[in-house]
C-alpha cells in the first residue's frame, strides 16, 4: 500500500513531464530537467514552502502598502517628462530584450523567456515607458521600481556567476552580459532623474519584494518547469557542478 508521500510523489510525476528514470543529470546542458530532486520532493514542497510564500506575501504586503506609503507613490504631481537619455536608455533595454526573444525563439527555448532576469528587464522597459501623463495609474510603475531595487541581487549573481553553457548563437553571450548589465546599473540611474519616488528603508517593503520574487521562482517557474521538461531558474536541476 502506497504512503501518502508515495502518493503525492506519483501525483507530481503524473502532471509532470516524461523524464527519464532515476535521477540521471546531464550536467553540460543547462535546459533540460530530470528528477534529480524526486517528485515527491517537489510534491512536499509545493504544500508546504508555496503556501508560506505567499501568506509572507499577502502580510508583508498589506505592512508595507499602508496608506503613507501608497500615498507617496500614488500622489504625485508634475511629474519630470522622460529625457533623452533615459528615452535611449529604454531604448536599449528593448533592443536587448528583442534580441534575447530572437535567440529563445531560435533555439525553440521560448519558455525561458520566464527567466528572472528577462522578467526585470520587462519590468524595467514598463516603469521607463509608464507616460508621465497618466496620474491615475501612476502609482503602478512608482511600486514595481521600489519592489525592483530589492531584487537587484539576482542580476548581481546572474554576472558573478554566469551560467553560458548553452549560449552558442551569435552575439548571444555578448547579449547576456548587456541585458544583465542594463537591469543592474539602469536602476541606479534612474535614481537620479527624479522621477521616481523611493519609500523610506522599511523591512517590510523588503521582505514582500523578497516573498513576492520567491513565489514567482515557486509556484510559478516550478509548475512551468515540471510540466515543460525545462530547468527554468534551476528549479529542477541545480547549477553545474565543476
Not at 503613507?68 to 504631481?77: F, R
Not at 502609482?139 to 521600489?146: D, E, S
Not at 539576482?154 to 547579449?175: C, Y
Not at 517590510?204 to 521538461?229: C, E, I, K, N, R
Request: hydrophobic share 50%; glycine share 4%.
Amino acid at each position: 500500500m502506497m504512503s501518502l508521500i508515495d502518493k503525492i510523489g506519483a501525483l507530481v510525476e503524473t502532471c509532470s513531464y516524461n523524464f527519464k528514470p532515476g535521477n540521471e543529470t546531464d550536467f553540460a546542458d543547462s535546459l533540460g530537467g530530470s528528477w534529480y530532486v524526486s517528485p515527491a520532493a517537489h510534491g512536499i514542497e509545493f504544500l508546504t514552502v508555496v503556501p508560506f510564500y505567499l501568506l509572507m506575501v499577502v502580510y508583508f504586503g498589506h505592512k508595507a502598502l499602508n496608506e503613507e506609503n501608497y500615498n507617496m507613490l500614488a500622489n504625485i504631481k508634475n511629474r519630470p517628462r522622460r529625457s533623452w537619455f533615459e528615452t535611449f536608455c529604454l531604448v536599449a533595454m528593448i533592443f536587448s530584450y528583442a534580441v534575447t526573444v530572437i535567440h529563445k525563439l531560435a533555439s525553440d527555448t521560448n519558455y525561458f523567456l520566464l527567466q528572472p532576469c528577462h522578467a526585470s528587464a520587462v519590468i524595467l522597459i514598463i516603469i521607463m515607458a509608464w507616460p508621465s501623463s497618466d496620474e491615475v495609474y501612476q502609482y503602478i510603475p512608482q511600486l514595481l521600481f521600489n519592489i525592483y531595487l530589492h531584487t537587484l541581487w539576482g542580476s548581481v549573481l546572474a554576472l558573478v556567476f554566469p551560467d553560458l553553457r548553452d549560449h552558442d548563437m551569435l552575439g548571444e553571450v555578448f547579449n547576456f552580459f548587456f541585458e544583465h548589465g542594463l537591469i543592474l546599473v539602469l536602476p541606479f540611474y534612474l535614481l537620479t532623474t527624479k522621477r521616481y519616488v523611493v519609500l523610506p528603508l522599511n523591512i517590510d517593503m523588503a521582505l514582500f519584494s523578497f516573498f513576492l520574487y520567491a513565489s514567482y521562482h515557486s509556484p510559478l517557474l516550478h509548475a512551468v518547469s515540471l510540466w515543460s521538461g525545462y530547468n527554468i531558474n534551476y528549479t529542477l536541476v541545480s547549477p553545474a557542478r565543476k
